[in-house]
């Protein structure tokens, strides 16, 4: 996971790191837990997508952008998500599109 981690990390502008002792941390508690922290910065953030950095799973599967940064990055930047909270260092990473 360090390794996937690494090349996603790169492309990401000051998250906020969330640091999760329960173990394990599933999606849905992840996501609970990061809409509750976007929510301290922008009371109305918007998800516009996430990566699952156990699996590599991220949505949305989007193809766009330039060289090797991820889609769902770009995705997310090109609609204004400039709010990322990163959970227990990439396990879970969420962008947000503060309002």
Not at 12 to 35: C, F, G, Q, W, Y
Not at 79 to 87: A, N, S, V
């Amino acid at each position: 996971m360090e390794q996937k981690y690494a090349q996603v990390r790169k492309y990401l502008t000051n998250p906020i790191a969330v640091n999760v002792a329960s173990k394990p941390l599933d999606l849905e508690t992840a996501k609970r837990i990061a809409a509750e922290k976007a929510r301290e910065q922008s009371p109305d953030a918007m998800l516009l997508s996430w990566y699952d950095g156990k699996t590599g799973e991220a949505v949305p599967k989007a193809e766009c952008g330039f060289g090797d940064k991820p889609g769902w990055i770009t995705f997310a930047e090109s609609r204004g998500g400039t709010l990322t909270i990163d959970i227990n260092a990439g396990e879970y990473i969420f962008m947000y599109k503060p309002l």
